[in-house]
């Protein structure tokens, strides 16, 4: 028996091998289907992210945009702001003109209205001393207070003529 030993021991080892080759050949297998599987994995993940990639740039632009535009209207907004100033400014400016206007004007009526005032208190003095000489003269009046108005021509209007009416007219009055 003792030749058979040996061979059924190399048998037993070469069997051995084959089991453990087999095994190995599924894990490989196995390795490799999972292998596969990652790989679509990965290849959807970086379709995805090279269409997040595209998406992100555009969004990158789009702020980029807003950006612009925000700052445009910002300088606009402060143009704006200093117009409002100006206009402001020269709002006051016109208003403190104007008043002084109303001003010079209500002081010209008051110099004017203490003019007449004083005039008129010259005109009764004056009037008084007329009537005091004339009374020391025995002189009429020359003039009273109370004025006579004329009565007002208009030479425009003309007088409307009688027209002997002819044969065959119709009078209507």
């Known amino acids: ?9 190399a048998a037993a080892v070469l069997r051995m091998k084959q089991i453990a080759l087999d095994n190995q050949s599924r894990t490989i297998r196995r390795f490799r289907s999972q292998l596969a599987t990652e790989r679509r994995g990965l290849a959807k993940i ?3 992210l090279e269409g997040t990639q595209v998406a992100l740039e555009a969004s990158h632009k789009v702020i980029a945009g807003l950006t612009e535009i925000g700052l445009s ?7 704006m702001k200093v117009k409002k100033q100006q206009a402001k400014a020269s709002h006051v400016e016109c208003h403190q003109k104007f008043q002084a206007r109303i001003q010079e004007a209500e002081d010209s009526m008051q110099a004017q ?23 020391a003269n025995d ?30 007219e119709i009078d209507y009055e």
């Open 139 to 168: 002189a009429p009046a020359p003039f009273d207070d109370e004025w006579e108005e004329e009565p007002e021509e208009h030479p425009d209007e003309e007088e409307i003529e009688d027209i002997p009416l002819g044969d065959g």
């Open 113 to 135: 209205h203490l003019i007449i005032e004083a005039l008129v208190e010259e005109k009764d003095s004056l009037l008084q001393t007329i009537q005091c000489l004339q009374e």
């Open 46 to 48: 970086k379709k995805e």
């Open 1 to 9: 028996m003792a030749p058979f030993a040996p061979r059924t021991r």
């Open 73 to 79: 209207m910002s300088k606009k907004i402060e143009k």
